[in-house]
């Protein structure tokens, strides 16, 4: 079965600093690896996602993420974190066993803080 | 192009009635997902609908159901409703190109309070 984690329920960076939100995966095929953020009250908007060939996928706002296969991790990045950058980030997986079906992480808040 | 809607927004329901919440995908995608979202279980997948027939079931008892229609419009019922259905539930859209690559794109959810 596949799954996600993501270590850290909450991380704290100052705007202007480098900002990185941790997933790690688990799957039994090749993944299909998904970041997507979440604003207070609203659904998740797509930030990027890897399919397969360059480990560094870039996205929307400035983020970006790396494949590690071997450390079957998939980190988000940013450099300069902004304080509308505030939100809940959700990583998540889907490979050929699970069919169409996303599996998220439970969330890392983010608070930047000026 | 318009976003994924969902109706109603806020829902507020007492023990044992049930609920019918909707979905309006992206115009040309014809795959809907629902997700259940609750602080403490977070994201979990209840299930898929591609030209009208579920292709994928997440692991929910038998209250939760839905459909599609021809247009690809999703309805999702919840029958007997119990406290722990409280949730923000999410519906999601892709055009389906053939592969796992195809990126889900997420409404702003229907937030139901059980009472």
């Known amino acids: 079965a596949q799954s996600v984690a993501q270590p850290e329920d909450q991380v704290n960076v100052a705007e202007g600093n480098p900002l990185t939100v941790k997933c790690t995966y688990s799957?039994?095929?090749?993944?299909?690896l998904f970041w997507y953020v979440q604003y207070p009250n609203r659904g998740l908007q797509f930030l990027l996602k890897?399919?397969?060939?360059?480990?560094l996928v870039k996205g929307s706002y400035g983020f970006e993420a790396e494949f590690n296969k071997s450390q079957t991790s998939f980190h988000l990045k940013k450099p300069s974190a902004l304080v509308s950058d505030s939100a809940l980030y959700f990583c998540?997986?889907?490979?050929?066993?699970?069919?169409?079906?996303?599996?998220f992480g439970g969330g890392t808040r983010v608070l930047v803080k000026p | 192009k318009a976003g994924v809607t969902q109706t109603p927004r806020y829902l507020i329901k007492t023990r044992g009635q049930q609920v019918t919440l909707s979905c309006s995908p992206i115009?040309?995608?014809?795959?809907v997902s629902w997700y259940q979202q609750t602080p403490g279980q977070g994201l979990q997948f209840l299930f898929e609908?591609?030209?009208?027939?579920?292709?994928n079931k997440g692991n929910f008892p038998g209250r939760f159901s839905g459909r599609q229609f021809s247009n690809s419009r999703s309805e999702m019922n919840v029958s007997t409703l119990e406290l722990g259905d409280s949730a923000l539930y999410l519906c999601?859209?892709?055009?389906?190109?053939?592969?796992?690559?195809?990126?889900?794109?997420f409404g702003p959810g229907t937030r139901l309070t059980v009472l």
């Open positions: 999601a859209s892709s055009l389906v190109t053939g592969g796992l690559s195809d990126t889900q794109y």
């Open positions: 609908y591609f030209s009208e027939t579920q292709r």
């Open positions: 799957v039994s095929g090749n993944p299909y």
């Open positions: 998540a997986v889907r490979d050929e066993a699970a069919g169409n079906k996303l599996t």
């Open positions: 115009s040309g995608h014809r795959s």
């Open positions: 890897y399919i397969t060939g360059d480990n």
